[in-house]
């Protein structure tokens, strides 16, 4: 996933930073805009997994840091509710500018109650998205509870959130309890998708009711069975970034690639060039997108070798062209004879062997690569179809082309 840094300027004047993610290959079909949770930052994990998801199936995703948070310029002891849906604007102003504007907003926590009164004054966004999301922001002061009586007395008050001391004013309390999110969500008139779990201790599961109560259709719910607050454990981002990226785009204009287009589909022309085919390797060792035409699959190598292991290894692609071309090529070659092949199976290895052990090798030094290929036909064929059947497995075009002479024209972009 290719990502890139931004800054913008916020209502304050105050540069805030943010990071666009986006497709390895291809311009992003829509643009997700991700508030995070309250006190967070745009590099949480959980963020991150959620973000993937997204790209892969050709979203781009700007994730930023409010004001006095993270990497982002200002004071978080002058912030308030109001100030983070502001900041919202600011950040869909400036995709508009740069990019195309948000069609999704997805929010974290806090995030989420300001991307609901944020999305009714963007009229590119389509559809809304909450992640353990509060009914009314005001809910965030369970968080200050112990700090409440002071700040309301002294003005302020330092306080400890996540292991990170704040400064909280009065004013931010004041504008929490002024939201009037029942009223905001039920003239939200956008596609909603509420992902909640009913093992929050953070933000109970009952808000999620309570959003869900107010909001017209269409709206959806999904239950984040076993999860908690902070999707800590990455099964649970990664579910929720599927499952948000297949929703989202039934509410856009935009084509965008099924799941099975996205990771498990590649395609090939039977003999002929293939145009268009582009790898990506980013800074993520050694994970690699590929391609082809509107199908893509990623690559990767295993954590042996210091990869994600997210994908197949080019040695594995390679077995697989063999393979699939094989399996291609004997079902052509059975039809056009009429002969009755059900199904073709097709198990391959590769490894280096010494030239001097490999009594059929032209090398006579060195290594050798070998592929060992064996081929499973089932269906009513006699001894002589399925003998003939081997014989054409060596015609496939991959094949051929592995034993000729290939020449390989690199040059600079």
């Known amino acids: 996933m290719p990502s890139q840094k931004l800054t913008f300027t916020n209502a ?56 006095g948070l993270g990497e982002s310029e200002g004071d978080f002891e002058d912030t308030n509710f109001s100030s983070n849906v502001d900041d919202l604007i600011a950040a869909a102003d400036m995709l508009q500018s740069r990019y195309r504007g948000p069609s999704v907003m997805v929010g974290h926590s806090l995030g989420g109650a300001a991307v609901l009164q944020a999305a009714g004054q963007l009229d590119t966004v389509n559809a809304v998205a909450t992640i353990g999301a509060p009914h009314d922001p005001e809910h965030v002061t369970h968080l200050l509870q112990d700090s409440i009586e002071e700040i309301r007395s002294s003005g302020e008050a330092r306080v400890t959130i996540a292991h990170r001391t704040f400064t909280v004013k009065k004013q931010f309390l004041d504008d929490l309890e002024a939201a009037q999110m029942s009223r905001r969500i039920h003239g939200l008139d956008r596609a909603l998708m509420i992902f909640h779990s009913p093992l929050d201790q953070t933000v109970g599961i009952d808000n999620a009711a309570g959003i869900f109560e107010d909001a017209k259709h269409p709206k959806s719910f999904v239950s984040l069975d076993q999860a908690d607050h902070l999707l800590t454990k990455e099964a649970d981002s990664r579910y929720v970034g599927t499952v948000l990226a297949a929703w989202a785009s039934k509410y856009l204009d935009a084509e965008i690639a099924p799941d099975d287009a996205a990771d498990n589909t590649v395609s090939s022309a039977d003999g002929d060039a293939v145009d268009g085919t582009v790898t990506v390797t980013g800074t993520t060792p ?33 077995l697989s062209a063999l393979g699939t071309c094989t399996g291609m090529t004997l079902r052509m070659y059975a039809d056009r004879k009429g002969w009755p092949l059900e199904t073709t199976t097709v198990r391959l290895s590769h490894r280096k062997v010494h030239a001097e052990d490999c009594r059929d090798c032209e090398s006579e030094s060195g290594k050798v690569d070998r592929i060992h290929r064996e081929v499973e036909v089932t269906g009513d064929l006699t001894d002589e179809q399925r003998d003939r059947l081997l014989e054409i497995a060596d015609k496939c075009p991959v094949h051929r082309t592995l034993h000729g002479e290939v020449k390989v024209d690199t040059t600079q972009a």
């Not at 050694?286 to 040695?315: F, I, K, M, N, W």
Request: charged share 20%.
């Open 286 to 318: 050694y994970r690699t997108s590929v391609q082809s035409g509107r199908h893509r699959l990623v690559a990767d190598e295993p954590a042996s070798v210091g990869g994600g292991d997210e994908g197949p290894t080019p040695y594995d692609l390679l």
């Open 12 to 67: 304050q004047r105050h540069e805030l930073s943010a990071r666009l993610d986006v497709p390895d290959a291809g311009d992003p079909a829509a643009y997700v805009l991700f508030a995070h949770c309250f006190t967070c930052s745009k590099n949480l994990t959980a963020v991150g997994h959620i973000s993937r998801a997204l790209t892969r199936r050709g979203f781009g995703v700007l994730r930023f840091d409010f004001t």
